[in-house]
């Protein structure tokens, strides 16, 4: 089955003046235009493409790569806003439209939203919505507390930054516990902290625990031998100072450095940490 808005693996079956015909198991095709061809490509050899409606919404097929896939989200620029809705570039030549009645506000042409890319069964189309919670899981939780997940920050608070989780879930990560500003739409990775009841997911940058301290301590002591052998950060540090340097939590750090005194490896004066 040719699966529209995901990869395929398909084989050329022919290859005539307008590109490649590509099949399925099932012998459904759908061409690749000679643009997107190798040029060496012959019969029967096995491509990988992204398929996907072309501006006449026939099923086409290319090698350049979408910013999503079909069921995840991405932060993407509105390029033109007509009486269909707002057509946003997501990477490929045509580009995706979020109709008016998948907009959580009318969209603006320049703008960037964070949408999901879906498949409109009525019409057989991909377009994309900005109405973010509808698609989010709260009864059903994939992910366990510690797991590493992708992140897509969505919105700033006073709280903290509201995250989609792995294109599913939706997360929070508190301000006070970020140590660095994060943008709407930039994606990162992260580990969950806490499952609440309602659904929601506590996330936290950096891995909670005993685990994240042997690889912080040896990223101090990587560090002092990058500074010839001298770190200007105390245990009294402010936590914005040790993130900066060290991109880790205060509370890690302070951790990492007691086990590396209590190892010998490294002096600590009020001036900072010296390397034995």
């Known amino acids: 089955m040719i699966t529209l808005g995901e990869y395929n693996l398909l084989r050329i079956d022919r290859i005539l003046d307008q590109g490649a015909y590509l099949v399925d198991e099932e012998e459904n095709d759908v061409l690749l235009p000679n643009k997107y061809m190798a040029e060496n490509a012959e019969v029967d050899d096995e491509v990988e493409v ?21 069921n995840e989200f991405a932060f993407l620029q509105v390029k033109d806003v007509n009486r269909f809705g707002a057509f946003l570039d997501w990477g490929l030549e045509k580009e995706i439209l979020v109709p008016f009645s998948e ?11 964070i949408v999901r890319l879906l498949l409109d069964e009525k019409t057989n189309r991909l377009v994309a ?26 919105e700033r608070s006073d709280l903290g930054y509201t995250l989609i989780v792995n294109h599913v879930h939706k997360g929070l990560a508190f301000a006070n516990e970020t140590f660095r500003e994060l943008n709407v739409g930039e994606s990162l990775t992260g580990y969950v902290k806490n ?9 936290s940058l950096q891995k909670q625990g005993y685990e994240n301290v042997e690889p912080s301590a ?16 105390t245990d009294r540090s402010q936590p914005k100072d040790i993130y900066a340097q060290l991109e880790m ?23 900072g940490i010296y390397l034995l």
Request: charged share 35%; net charge neutral; hydrophobic share 40%.
């Open 50 to 70: 992204f398929v996907y409606n072309d501006s006449e919404d026939r099923l086409i097929a290319t090698n350049l790569t979408p910013k999503f896939t079909l």
């Open 195 to 203: 499952i609440r009841e309602d659904g929601k997911i506590d996330i």
């Open 129 to 154: 919505s900005n109405k973010l919670n509808k698609f989010l899981e709260i009864d059903f939780i994939s992910v366990e507390v510690g797991e590493e997940v992708d992140l897509l920050v969505t």
């Open 103 to 113: 907009q959580n506000q009318r969209m603006e042409i320049d703008r960037w939203y």
């Open 218 to 233: 040896m990223q101090i002591l990587e560090l002092l031998k990058e500074k010839e052998g001298f770190l200007a950060l």
């Open 249 to 271: 939590s205060k509370k890690t750090f302070k951790k990492a450095i007691g086990g590396l005194y209590k190892k010998k490896l490294i002096r600590m004066s009020e001036e």
